[in-house]
């Protein structure tokens, strides 16, 4: 699946429908019912030099009617797939949450889901099989929270018809929200010169109330934590079709870094998607553990947690570059980590008129 | 088997001994002393004593003429006291034998054979007719009718306390219903406080002799207990034995050797023991030649350069023999000795007479026994080194050296043995001391033969270690180094060739006769024969087992004989578990010893301190703590048979804790225990599987219905995927129209990991042609059955095909496959 095929519903449901064919048939013919999906560790997501992203490897995990559970697992994805198709077919679209109290409703109590977990973790197991997103199966995450602010003028597609947005002169203090498929969005006319995304959304309230997207023609993208698949796609987009370096902005501990590394290079959870969400160019800026020593922040000692989450980021794959091993061994050696909003220790403006300045221009983006 | 019906033996046992010294003071008053001893010290105990001695007799007496054993137990009260009626269809009883048998306490012929039988002592019955006759005061009431006799015979039987001699009170012609039999009447002082010990006696007496049929009238029951017989097979007959060369004490021993005809030692043991033959006689006599002569230790022979002074020294000590026959026979003995690795004084002998003989035989020369012996003494010289210590002046070399040359070749001998039997951190100067104190004092105290008995060897080792550890700094020569050291010594010894004594001369010679007892025990001897011996078998013991209890499975194990003290037995185990078995409280534990059960003393028996120390929880039965009396739903019985089984006390109750019996005791339980695991094991993974096949069977089909909807089609067949999910054996059936004829093809597809063999039987309406091999048909009233055996490996499957013509209707019907594990697809 790449950025620009999208499917129709027809489509999407006919692929939904194949699985459900496959399972028939397998039992039709006698043979155990399973259904194969690559294996979702660590340790199977390798490096694709073709896309430049991380995608998983060959190893595969089977769901097969061969014990209780397997055949619990799979009959749970026939009634998934049976309420997708009809969701299809009706073209309206429910949460995962509402995929989850849904199941409540079936005849079946095998069928139904323990947790939400449980009916997450079969959703992207479907996406896998079918070749299919959630997002084209109408399924959406609770909320998105991420917001847009910066020169961007562009058309979105809601079920209440086409909406022309300019996502500084149109939208309030909050910015555009992001809708849940970005895929709906038309990109019309933008001045913007790069994309900054941000973790928190103190940072991102500061840096508007600063006018920071004003003065360096920025789209800030609020990231809010471990980024929604639609601000990671949007992301994309906004790199890939208006040519937009992309800079990503966190705090300075193991746990930010590996939001930069989703960002950049796909998360583990989704790297059957990361040709479509992830954004290989888009670069770190900060807080470096080397700003940290360098601006002098103040900072909190590295908990034990945090250690084993940095010795963990060692063997990565994605953090596999002498630039984050260098980085992350100087956090080890100072054992300390900082908030993007340490920064106001030395002022409410230092970090719109010296931090990020500084760090663009060493970068070169400005 | 011998009873008391038959054989009135000779013998006076110990117990009728005791009862002489005891006689001065009466029969009554040895009864009433030892009482408890004979199993009467209460009236409720009396009862359920009398009835265990009087079935058991009943059982021997019908066993042993063949009969299959049909007993009647009665208990009434009456007024004060209670009756006891045991009645048996066993061979009658003659007049003359009566009165011995019921009457003379303390008579038995059992006491001495080496034979299983119930009674060992010969106490048993008499002493109940005494218990019966000093409570309640009235005689012993004895109908018999021997088998062809036309009336019954009916005495009345009291023992003169006194004298300790039966009397007929009464007798007369009677009528009886039984064919043939013994009938015992018995008015007792008794209650019924023991009724429980009294049902569990004849239960277990039940569950252990299954070819018996058994009834008991009480007064608390309602129905008569009956039970019934499960098999026709008698036990098997029991062959008298010898004693077992392991089994005799010293006493025992001097007696026999005292009785026996023999004259040679080998003869003896020969005659008188089991499983001793030629080559067991004459490795216990050369046992017996160690303990009692000694060995003779040997030693390295000369090296080929000494071979000069091997000459030399037979040459200086042949006289007048003339220059070449000497030499001749310095030669023969030189070479020979060359050969030979080690030499002892004996074999020095043996070579040096050879050598006389043939050197005798080529010139005209006698070599008489002085010359021989004195050539001996010379070479055994050169061999010890004894030479350089120059006894005689030739060989003499100045003093303080000869005297450290006294011991040089013992010395350097038993240093290298002693070097190579003790590890290797023992430094030099340790083993030079050891080996030079031990060389010494076998020069010094063994006499010219070097012969010494173990005893002996010990000593001299264990003093010279000490005085090498007492001069050696911090040296050490612990217990292991001396054993080796032992070891390696007795190892290069050699068993001297010395006639062993005569019989007649150890009769009255205790020390020799221990040594003699000695070598029999340190032999191995094969087991003794087990005919003597008649286990009531695995396969009745689960037939007694499943009378008696409703339950869900049943293991027995019948071990190998095994001999303690000389007596062989046999150790059986058998286990009942679940099904009507109450699920609470403690197992029952059913004790039993040459088919008698053992109902008081549990605590004491070495059966139950076995069935605590094992690990029950290992076999699905609750047992806190780890160790004791498992609880749950479960029997265990174990039976000892032994020609001697070893009791607590006389009143044979309890087993007594010797170690080999504990041993075979907890390798009989052990053995069924491991058949109730797999047992539980293969029906727990039937209920995981029956949970899974339940779970899928509830799962597939809303699957199956699922997928029909979302595909819009029929609903899929799914059984063939049920059946490879479950590992099953399939079996389906394809027919497929041929023209006129039909094809019909059965199919068994092996799913699992382990081989199966189902039995189909197919049954068709029309006649089958062309059937595939392996499968036989057979028409009834126009109907064709077809049987098919295959065996199927794990995942491999077989077809059976066959042709009919036009249409049929088929029936297929499948065993040997346990259900849960087969799916027929017709």
Redesign the interface.
């Known amino acids: 699946m790449t950025a620009d095929t999208r499917l129709n519903e027809a489509e999407a449901r006919e692929q939904l429908?194949d699985l459900?064919?496959d399972?028939?048939?397998?039992?039709?013919a006698?043979?155990?019912?399973s259904m194969t999906i690559p294996t979702r560790t660590k340790s199977n997501i390798e490096y694709s030099e073709e896309e430049d992203v991380w995608v998983y490897g060959d190893r595969t995990s089977t769901r097969s009617?061969?014990?209780?559970r397997g055949?619990?697992k799979?009959?749970k994805a026939?009634?998934t797939?049976?309420f997708l198709?009809e969701q299809l077919d009706q073209d309206r679209s429910s949460t995962l949450r509402e995929l989850y109290y849904l199941s409540e409703s079936w005849d079946?109590d095998?069928?139904q889901f323990n947790d939400q977990d449980e009916s997450n973790q079969l959703v992207e197991d479907l996406e896998i099989v079918t070749e299919v997103t959630r997002e084209d199966f109408h399924m959406r995450p609770e909320e998105s929270g991420a917001k847009v602010m910066g020169p961007l003028h562009l058309r979105e597609q809601t079920n209440r018809g086409d909406r022309e947005i300019h996502c500084q002169l149109d939208v309030g203090q909050g910015g555009y929200q992001i809708p849940n498929n970005p895929d709906t969005i038309e990109f019309l006319e933008n001045d913007a010169e790069f994309v900054l995304c941000v973790e928190t959304g103190g940072m991102r309230d500061r840096l508007v109330e600063n006018g920071f997207d004003e003065e360096y023609d920025t789209i800030i993208v609020h990231l809010g934590g471990q980024p929604a698949r639609a601000t990671r796609r949007l992301t994309k987009r906004l790199h890939d079709e208006l040519d937009l370096p992309v800079v990503v902005f966190t705090d300075g501990d193991p746990w930010s870094y590996r939001i930069y590394g989703s960002v950049a290079y796909g998360s583990i959870k989704s790297a059957h998607l990361s040709e479509y969400l992830a954004t290989p160019e888009a670069d770190f800026i900060g807080i470096q553990p080397e700003d940290i020593v360098e601006y002098d922040l103040p900072t909190d000692p590295l908990a034990d947690s945090d250690v084993n989450a940095l010795e963990s980021e060692l063997e990565d794959p994605r953090f596999q570059t002498d630039y984050w091993r260098e980085q992350i061994e100087l956090q080890l050696d100072i054992g300390k980590k900082s908030e993007q909003q340490a920064l106001a220790s030395h002022g409410l403006d230092f970090v719109t008129d010296t931090y990020l300045p500084e760090r663009l221009e060493a970068m070169g983006h400005i | 088997m011998t009873s008391f019906q038959q054989t009135l033996g000779a013998e006076e046992g110990v117990a009728e001994e005791l009862a002489e010294t005891q006689r001065a003071i009466s029969i009554a008053e040895f009864f009433e002393k030892n009482k408890h001893m004979l199993g009467f010290d209460s009236g409720a105990r009396g009862l359920v004593t009398a009835v265990k001695e009087a079935v058991d007799n009943a059982l021997d007496a019908t066993e042993e003429a063949g009969i299959l054993p049909d007993i009647y137990v009665e208990i009434e009260e009456v007024g004060d006291y209670y009756r006891l009626t045991v009645e048996d269809n066993g061979p009658g009883i003659t007049k003359e034998q009566l009165p011995k048998i019921f009457g003379k306490l303390l008579y038995g012929s059992r006491f001495h054979v080496r034979e299983q039988n119930r009674g060992q002592q010969g106490i048993g019955i008499s002493a109940a007719v005494l218990y019966s006759q000093l409570t309640s005061g009235k005689p012993a009431e004895i109908t018999s009718r021997p088998k062809g006799a036309d009336r019954a015979q009916y005495f009345e039987l009291i023992i003169d306390t006194d004298e300790n001699e039966p009397e007929i009170r009464a007798e007369e012609e009677t009528t009886w219903d039984r064919p043939h039999g013994t009938r015992i009447e018995l008015e007792m002082e008794a209650n019924m406080r023991a009724r429980q010990q009294l049902h569990d006696y004849v239960l277990h007496t039940a569950v252990v002799n299954p070819h018996a049929r058994i009834e008991l009238r009480e007064p608390g029951l309602d129905e008569p207990l009956k039970f019934e017989r499960a098999t026709d097979e008698l036990p098997a007959e029991t062959d008298e034995i010898r004693p077992h060369p392991h089994g005799v004490e010293l006493g025992t021993l001097l007696k026999m050797l005292k009785a026996t005809d023999s004259h040679s030692v080998s003869g003896f043991l020969q005659g008188e023991f089991t499983r001793v033959g030629k080559k067991t006689a004459d490795g216990i006599i050369d046992s017996f030649r160690d303990e009692h002569f000694g060995r003779e230790l040997s030693w390295s022979s000369p090296d080929s350069h000494e071979d000069a002074d091997v000459r030399r020294a037979v040459q200086q000590a042949v006289s007048n023999k003339g220059k070449e026959a000497t030499a001749d026979f310095a030669d023969r003995i030189a070479n020979v000795l060359e050969e030979r690795e080690r030499m002892s004084y004996h074999e020095l002998e043996t070579i040096a007479d050879n050598a006389a003989d043939a050197v005798e035989e080529e010139h005209p020369k006698a070599f008489g026994s002085t010359v021989r012996e004195n050539a001996v003494e010379a070479v055994w010289a050169q061999v010890t080194g004894d030479a350089a210590a120059g006894d005689d002046g030739e060989a003499s070399m100045g003093d303080a050296e000869a005297n450290l040359d006294a011991e040089t070749r013992r010395r350097a001998d038993v240093y290298a043995l002693i070097d190579d039997a003790t590890s290797d951190r023992k430094d030099d100067e340790t083993l030079d001391g050891l080996a030079r104190r031990i060389a010494e004092k076998l020069t010094a105290e063994t006499g010219p033969r070097d012969r010494l008995t173990l005893d002996e060897l010990e000593d001299y080792v264990a003093r010279s270690a000490d005085m090498t550890e007492k001069q050696g700094d911090g040296v050490s020569i612990g217990d292991t180094a001396r054993e080796n050291v032992i070891e390696a010594l007795w190892e290069i010894s050699r068993t001297v060739p010395d006639e062993p004594p005569k019989v007649r001369s150890l009769q009255d010679d205790r020390n020799s006769a221990s040594s003699l007892l000695e070598g029999m025990r340190s032999v191995d001897v094969m087991a003794p024969p087990t005919s003597c011996l008649a286990p009531i078998t695995d396969g009745l013991i689960e037939a007694g087992l499943k009378k008696e209890y409703d339950a869900d499975f049943y293991a027995a194990s019948t071990r190998d004989a095994d001999v303690h003290g000389g007596d062989p037995f046999i150790v059986e185990a058998g286990i009942a578990y679940g099904g009507e078995i109450a699920e609470e409280g403690s197992v029952d534990v059913m004790r039993f010893a040459n088919r008698v059960p053992l109902v008081y003393q549990r605590g004491a028996c070495a059966t139950t301190d076995v069935v605590k120390s094992i690990g029950w929880r290992n076999y699905n039965l609750e047992q806190p703590g780890g160790s004791g009396i498992p609880n749950g739903p479960a029997v265990i019985m174990v039976h000892v048979a032994s020609t001697n089984v070893p009791f607590t006390s006389e009143s044979k109750d309890a087993v007594a804790n010797v170690p080999a019996m504990e041993d075979e005791i907890e390798l009989a339980i052990r053995e069924a225990a491991r058949e109730l695991k797999s047992f539980l094991k293969k029906r727990q993974s039937m209920q995981q599987r029956k949970h899974k096949q339940n779970k899928l069977g509830e799962i597939l089909p809303e699957m199956a219905r699922k997928v029909a909807e979302v595909t819009d089609q029929d609903e899929p067949v799914f059984d063939d995927a049920l059946a490879r999910i479950m590992n099953n054996v399939l079996i389906e059936r394809s027919v497929e129209a041929n023209g006129d004829a039909t094809t019909v093809s059965v199919t068994v597809e092996n799913n699992s990991d382990r081989s199966e063999s189902p039995k189909l039987t197919e049954i068709v309406t029309a006649e089958p042609r062309d059937v595939s091999d392996g499968a036989s048909v057979t028409e009834m009233d126009g109907e064709y059955f077809l049987t098919w055996e295959p065996s199927v490996g794990g995942g491999e499957s077989a077809t059976l095909a066959y042709e009919i013509d036009g249409d049929a209707e088929y029936d297929l019907q499948v065993d040997g496959v346990e259900d849960p594990k087969l799916t027929v697809s017709e």
């Open positions: 429908i459900a064919a399972i028939y048939d397998q039992m039709n006698g043979d155990i019912p009617a061969n014990s209780v055949a619990r799979l009959l026939v009634y797939v049976d198709a079946n095998e069928a």
